[in-house]
Nanobody, 125 residues
């Protein structure tokens, strides 16, 4: 599995940004895709995940109601739409894949064994 994240940048608080992750090598009918983030000096945090086949989604508590994860119908790209951004959303965002992931492991960091290179999101106040 290969992942290429893009779309990061500098925005002001309250604005929106959409991240993209180009995906190749993922099984068409299985596994999980997720977004995680890591702020300076902090541990990597779960943001959102989606079942690659059925499209079920889960979110971290800090982003519920503001962020939306989705994928295109061709299953080549996963997106993270981020609205109402806050300064505390500032972090490097990583997309991740778990080709053998199951429903119950959607938000489990250790279940993801393929990672993209990360894209920096900076939210100014």
């Amino acid at each position: 599995v290969q992942l290429q994240a893009s779309g990061g940048g500098l925005v002001q608080a309250g604005e929106s940004l959409r991240l993209s992750c180009a995906v190749s090598g993922m099984p068409y009918n299985g596994g999980n895709m997720g977004w995680f983030r890591q702020a300076p000096g902090e541990e990597r945090e779960f943001v959102a995940a989606i079942r690659w086949s059925g499209g079920h989604t889960v979110y971290g508590d800090s982003v519920k109601g503001r962020f939306t994860i989705s994928r295109d119908n061709a299953k080549t790209t996963v997106y993270l739409q981020m609205n109402s951004l806050k300064p505390e959303d500032t972090a490097v965002y990583y997309c991740a894949a778990a080709p053998r992931g199951i429903y119950s492991s959607l938000g489990v960091h250790s279940s993801y064994n393929h990672w993209g290179q990360g894209t920096l999101v900076t939210v100014s106040s």
